[in-house]
């Protein structure tokens, strides 16, 4: 079993920046990938970026230019670093970790999430 705690959340104004980070502990020899995935009121949870131990990276289109990913390291962390913040990006953001294909993964963890709020 994995564990992934989520920390970097919190009340910002537009225009902002911050950066949140996941840590994995546990039996990290099932993930391969690391992702965060970010979830408004009455919308469904999207994908924002993720990356692999092989080190691809991708991101959201909506993202592109504004948010970067770090690589996995050795510790399996990862860092979701955050900038030009707007209300839209308001969310709950979860990390998600795991290894085998999108839609039926053979190992699959999510964090509890950690807020975002962008307000002036």
């Known amino acids: 079993q994995v564990h992934l705690t989520e920390s970097g959340g919190g009340l910002v104004q537009p225009g902002g920046s911050l950066t949140l980070s996941c840590a994995a502990s546990?039996?990290?020899?099932?993930?391969?990938?690391m992702k965060w995935y970010r979830q408004s009121p009455g919308k469904e949870r999207e994908l924002v970026a993720g990356?692999?131990?092989?080190?691809?990276?991708n991101y959201a289109d909506f993202v592109k230019g504004r948010f970067t990913i770090s690589r996995v390291n050795a510790n399996f962390t990862i860092d979701l670093r955050m900038t030009n913040l707007q209300a839209e990006d308001t969310a709950v953001y979860y990390c998600r970790a795991g290894w085998g294909p999108q839609d039926a993964p053979w190992y699959d963890y999510w964090g509890q999430g950690t807020q975002v709020t962008v307000a002036a």
């Open positions: 990356a692999t131990t092989n080190g691809d990276i």
């Open positions: 546990g039996k990290t020899s099932t993930i391969h990938y």
